[in-house]
């Protein structure tokens, strides 16, 4: 393969349910701790760092059971639909 060449990438199952309850209550735990949900998940997202995350409700310990690509795909897929 050239280095040109695109990798495709794709994980196994429909997650598209369990990503929406998770980020739901992730986005809902943050926000209850006076956060601003959007500004932490991106953090959590670009560093890895699940201590952007509040454990408050347990919410650190639930994002972190999917991993961050799985997460992303579903987001960004969700979001690319709506277009």
Partial sequence: MESSD???FSFAG???ANVKELMSYV????????YNPI???VG??????????????GARGY????DRDELL?????EYCSRL
């Avoid at 986005?27 to 006076?34: C, M, P, S, T």
């Avoid at 959590?44 to 409700?57: A, L, N």
């Avoid at 994002?63 to 999917?66: A, C, F, G, M």
Wanted: charged share 25%.
């Fill in 27 to 34: 986005y809902g735990a943050l926000k209850e701790k006076g």
């Fill in 73 to 77: 795909e579903v987001i960004i897929s």
């Fill in 63 to 66: 994002i972190t059971r999917i």
């Fill in 14 to 16: 429909d997650k598209t």
């Fill in 6 to 8: 695109t990798t495709k």
């Fill in 39 to 41: 500004n932490q998940l």
């Fill in 44 to 57: 959590y997202f670009i560093s890895g760092d699940p201590t952007y995350i509040t454990s408050y409700k």
